[in-house]
C-alpha cells in the first residue's frame, strides 16, 4: 500500500522524538499548515497582475524621466535625443530582466520603430485613442493571451508637460532647429511630432507570465 507523503513525514518526525518526547496536537497541525498549497482565485491574480504592471510602469517612467531631465539639464535637448536613441529601449529591457517581464511604449505615432504596436497591441491602442478623440477617460487594462497564461498590461501615456513638446511639440514652435535636425538624422520615419499637452502619446505595454504574478500572492 502507497503511504501518502504527508503521512509518512509526519510519522517520521514522531518517530525520530525520544521516548520522553512526543510531538502534541498543535505542532503536528503546524506541519500541516505549512505543507498546504496556497490556492487563490483567478480574480486575485487578474488584481495582483494589474496592481504589479501598474508598479512596474510607474517605476519605468520615473527611470526613464529622471535620466532624460539628467541629459537635459546636463548637455540640452539634442544631447537628450541621443541619450534616449542609445539608452531608452537597453532601459526597458534591464527593468524587464528584473521582473521577468517584458515591458516597452507602443504608439501608432512611434518616433522608433520599436515602438510599433504587436497584433495584440494595436486594438488595445485604437482604443485608447478612440477614447482620446472622444473625450473618454481610459483606465489600465489586463489582457490574457496564451490560453491565459501570459496577461497584457497596459495603460495610456499622454504628454503631461511642457518639456515633452521640446521633442514631440510642432516643429518650428516647441521643437526648435537643432532640436529638429537632429530628429531627422536619428529618426528619419519620426511621426511623433505635433503633439499637445494632454495628448495620447501612445501606451505602456508590459507581457507578464502568470506565473510570475502567482509568486507574488
Not at 31 to 37: G, H, K, L, S
Not at 116 to 139: F, H, M, Q, V
Request: proline share 6%; net charge neutral.
Amino acid at each position: 500500500m502507497k503511504i501518502p507523503n504527508l503521512f509518512f513525514a509526519s510519522m517520521l518526525f514522531m518517530v525520530s522524538c525520544g521516548p520522553q518526547e512526543r510531538v502534541s496536537k498543535e505542532t503536528f497541525e503546524e506541519v500541516n499548515r505549512n505543507m498546504e498549497i496556497k490556492r487563490v482565485t483567478e480574480a486575485e491574480i487578474i488584481q495582483e497582475g494589474m496592481v504589479w504592471g501598474d508598479s512596474i510602469t510607474q517605476e519605468a517612467q520615473r527611470q526613464l524621466i529622471s535620466n532624460l531631465q539628467k541629459a537635459i539639464s546636463e548637455q540640452g535637448i539634442p544631447a537628450a535625443i541621443d541619450f534616449c536613441n542609445v539608452n531608452a529601449l537597453p532601459i526597458l529591457s534591464e527593468l524587464g530582466k528584473l521582473y521577468s517581464v517584458q515591458i516597452k511604449r507602443a504608439s501608432t505615432k512611434a518616433r522608433n520603430a520599436a515602438d510599433l504596436p504587436t497584433e495584440e497591441e494595436r486594438p488595445i491602442l485604437e482604443a485608447y485613442e478612440y477614447n482620446a478623440e472622444n473625450g473618454i477617460k481610459s483606465d489600465p487594462n489586463i489582457q490574457k493571451f496564451e490560453n491565459g497564461e501570459v496577461f497584457l498590461y497596459t495603460k495610456p501615456i499622454t504628454i503631461p508637460n511642457g518639456m515633452c513638446l521640446s521633442c514631440h511639440g510642432e516643429p518650428g514652435k516647441e521643437i526648435n532647429k537643432e532640436t529638429l535636425e537632429k530628429l531627422w538624422k536619428l529618426y528619419p520615419a519620426d511621426s511623433a511630432k505635433g503633439h499637445k499637452i494632454g495628448d495620447l502619446r501612445g501606451m505602456w505595454s508590459v507581457r507578464i507570465p502568470k506565473k510570475e504574478v502567482v509568486k507574488r500572492l
